[in-house]
């Protein structure tokens, strides 16, 4: 049997296309291998082993060595099975195993034009995708999303279900729009989270970069990018929140606000004596968020103080209990309230 022979008979075999006379060849040459040479666990390429089996294998025509050649056969042909056997559960067993944490398809929308991708994570962990446009897509555990392979060229849409954070590459020329079953995300390119899981009451949009708009989804066709009066704009560390059973919807600071400045100096800088509306104006510019207050009875309210790695309502709590302030949230916004100092 020459080598091409020799490879195209265990093809065949992989493929389930061996005769009964093929087939009991090779149940021989499996019964004959014996235990005396170990089956590769390494991903050396099919050819490469091929390559090395059918050196240990080189016919003579030496009368005296056919037994031994026969033999060698035998047990090559056997590893090489065993070898293509061992690979087929393998991949077998990798691509159940991928299903089962991550669930691909593919759709066609109505028109039989558009191409659309159903990617649902099954798993405890958060997943990466990345989008056709350069943005990225963190999917949530038990979350799903669908979306273009090729986003139009007005718009880019994609509707989620449960909860994913999105980093969106800015195009002015083509809004994302995130679409739920009760509300619409819109941006032009900044980063934000959505968790909209269909058995909690409530669904939240919070911005942690830039800019983001959003609206009822019954306020507007979906095929819609007018603004609408009733649409809540957001920015850095706020969100909203929308209750599924009364429909309200309500603006709100996030529970953790971040720094959103690059650069911050906040936590180096030692204030000795300075009027407190210095170190709001301060806060308000490194966590991007609103703080109000009566300048004119603060103007006389000076701290010493340095700031630490507490979080934003912890430096407001430390500020107002030195002043004799209290502080509100309403509507994302800080409000100091304070009888003033002498």
Request: charged share 25%; net charge neutral.
């Given at each position: 049997m020459?080598?091409?022979?020799?490879?195209?008979?265990?093809?065949?075999?992989?493929?389930g296309?061996?005769?009964?006379?093929?087939?009991?060849?090779?149940?021989?040459?499996?019964?004959?291998?014996?235990?005396?040479?170990?089956v590769?666990?390494?991903?050396?390429?099919?050819?490469?082993?091929?390559?090395?089996?059918?050196?240990?294998?080189?016919?003579?025509?030496?009368?005296?060595?056919?037994?031994?050649?026969?033999?060698?056969?035998?047990?090559?042909?056997?590893?090489?099975?065993?070898?293509?056997?061992?690979?087929?559960?393998?991949?077998?067993?990798?691509?159940?195993?991928?299903?089962?944490?991550?669930?691909?398809s593919?759709?066609?929308t109505?028109?039989?034009?558009?191409?659309?991708?159903?990617?649902?994570?099954?798993?405890n962990?958060?997943?990466?995708?990345?989008?056709?446009?350069?943005?990225?897509?963190?999917?949530?555990?038990?979350?799903?999303?669908?979306?273009?392979?090729?986003?139009?060229?007005?718009?880019?849409?994609?509707?989620?279900?449960?909860?994913?954070?999105?980093?969106?590459k800015?195009?002015?020329?083509?809004?994302?729009?995130?679409?739920?079953?009760?509300?619409?995300?819109?941006?032009?390119?900044?980063?934000?989270?959505?968790?909209?899981?269909?058995?909690?009451?409530?669904?939240?949009?919070a911005?942690?970069?830039?800019?983001?708009?959003?609206?009822?989804?019954?306020?507007k066709?979906?095929?819609?990018?007018?603004?609408?009066?009733?649409?809540?704009?957001l920015?850095?560390?706020?969100?909203?929140?929308?209750?599924?059973?009364?429909?309200?919807?309500?603006?709100?600071l996030?529970?953790?606000?971040?720094?959103?400045?690059?650069?911050?100096?906040?936590?180096?800088?030692?204030?000795?004596?300075?009027?407190?509306?210095?170190?709001?104006?301060?806060l308000?510019?490194?966590?991007?968020?609103?703080?109000?207050?009566?300048?004119?009875?603060?103007k006389?309210?000076?701290?010493?103080?340095?700031?630490?790695?507490?979080?934003?309502y912890?430096?407001?709590?430390?500020?107002?209990?030195?002043?004799?302030?209290?502080?509100?949230?309403e509507?994302?916004?800080?409000?100091?309230?304070s009888?003033?100092?002498?």
């Amino acid at each position: 049997m020459k080598p091409h022979e020799f490879k195209a008979l265990l093809d065949k075999f992989s493929r389930g296309e061996c005769t009964a006379e093929e087939i009991q060849f090779i149940n021989e040459w499996f019964e004959n291998i014996g235990q005396e040479q170990p089956v590769s666990s390494t991903k050396t390429d099919n050819d490469v082993i091929e390559s090395r089996l059918w050196s240990k294998i080189n016919p003579s025509s030496d009368a005296d060595n056919k037994g031994i050649y026969f033999y060698g056969l035998r047990a090559a042909a056997a590893i090489l099975f065993l070898f293509i056997v061992g690979i087929g559960v393998y991949n077998a067993q990798k691509t159940s195993s991928e299903q089962a944490g991550v669930n691909q398809s593919q759709e066609i929308t109505n028109d039989n034009t558009v191409a659309f991708a159903r990617i649902a994570n099954l798993e405890n962990k958060s997943r990466e995708i990345k989008l056709e446009d350069g943005s990225k897509v963190t999917l949530g555990p038990k979350s799903e999303v669908r979306f273009a392979k090729k986003f139009a060229a007005d718009k880019r849409e994609i509707f989620l279900t449960g909860e994913a954070f999105f980093s969106v590459k800015r195009d002015e020329t083509r809004p994302f729009l995130v679409y739920t079953k009760e509300v619409v995300t819109k941006v032009l390119g900044t980063s934000f989270n959505i968790k909209a899981y269909p058995d909690e009451k409530e669904i939240t949009v919070a911005v942690r970069t830039g800019r983001v708009s959003v609206y009822a989804n019954s306020l507007k066709p979906a095929n819609s990018v007018a603004p609408t009066s009733a649409e809540v704009i957001l920015t850095p560390n706020q969100q909203v929140v929308y209750n599924r059973i009364d429909e309200r919807v309500s603006k709100q600071l996030v529970k953790h606000p971040e720094v959103i400045l690059s650069k911050s100096t906040l936590f180096s800088m030692h204030y000795d004596g300075s009027p407190v509306t210095k170190i709001f104006k301060v806060l308000e510019d490194n966590y991007g968020v609103e703080i109000r207050y009566d300048e004119e009875l603060l103007k006389n309210c000076v701290l010493t103080t340095t700031m630490s790695d507490e979080g934003l309502y912890e430096r407001i709590e430390v500020i107002c209990k030195a002043i004799g302030a209290h502080y509100s949230v309403e509507d994302a916004v800080i409000y100091i309230k304070s009888n003033g100092c002498k």
